[in-house]
């Protein structure tokens, strides 16, 4: 049987801690001699040793923010990212112990990753949003427990007494607590027991409806059936002149129709008429069925008409 994923992350997480508790911790004088050792000759075996024997203290940090849903290890490997940081800012002559400098580093490294795993939208973005951030649910727990005691029922009127504590204003409080309770949801995720559906199925879609698609596909071939029918009864020269003056990606000047057929560039332009009128004829009853805005000529045939 295979092994799920939970219980093999548990395992990797066991595993790690019993390795990193085979590192025996430092004395203080051990401390500062390995920590002068790497400030001035940046020996890496050095502040290798200092981070080992640390490890347990980033756990121990770390499992205070277990309750955010996020996988342990994950919150371990930021904590002991900041632990590294800190001992590369350390320094041994101010004679206090490596892990009380460092807790500030491996807190602002779980913080800041919980917080960009949080939400695609940013979260904490200012030093007081953070604070409430990471202060909400604990104070609302420390409510909880103290009502209890008290044999008092919470009202679920929070908002005022949590405000009031962490001295900000009851807005906030119930705007931070409304963007931690809306979760991000994958939009492909599955609905119902049997998962054939999911949430895109049931998004509204801005686009063009089927209904629409299909309305302006059987305009398009009536059209282009129409069009090629008038075009059929034009006579050759005719024909030519509107293929080439109106119809064309490159259209031709009156002048080079004149040369093209042989006579002058106003023969060419009464053609040019006495064809447009034609097809104003033929098309009419289709310029009223399809409401083009123009005298019965199609708009793309007149924007492309070059005087």
Known sequence: MKRTSAAVGSSALEAYLSEINRFSLLSVEEERELARSFRDGRDTRSAHKLV??????????AYEY????????????????????????FDPEKEIRLISYAVWWIRAYIQ????????LVKLGTTQAQRKLFFSLARTKRELDRVSVEHGADSDG????????KLRVKASEVREMAQRMDGRDLSLDAPLGLDGAAS???????????????????QQGRVMQGRVAAALARLDSRERY????????DDP???KDLGEHFGFSRERARQLEIRAKEKLKTELGALAAEI????DGVPVELEDRAVA
Do not use: C
């Not at 800041?112 to 939400?119: A, E, F, G, H, T």
């Not at 009127?157 to 009031?164: F, R, S, V, Y």
């Not at 949430?199 to 596909?217: I, K, P, R, S």
């Open 252 to 254: 031709k000047t009156l």
């Open 112 to 119: 800041n990753y919980i917080l960009r795993s949080w939400s």
């Open 291 to 294: 409401e083009w805005p123009t």
């Open 52 to 61: 080992t024997a640390n490890l347990r203290f980033v756990v121990k940090v």
């Open 241 to 248: 002149i509107i293929e080439q003056r109106i119809m064309s």
């Open 66 to 89: 277990r309750s955010y849903g996020l996988r342990m290890a994950d919150l371990i490997q930021e904590g002991n990212i900041g632990l590294m940081r800190a001992v590369q800012k």
């Open 157 to 164: 009127e929070d908002a005022g007494k949590i405000a009031k």
């Open 199 to 217: 949430h895109v199925d049931f998004v509204v879609g801005d686009g063009v409806t089927q209904d629409a698609e299909l309305e302006t596909a």
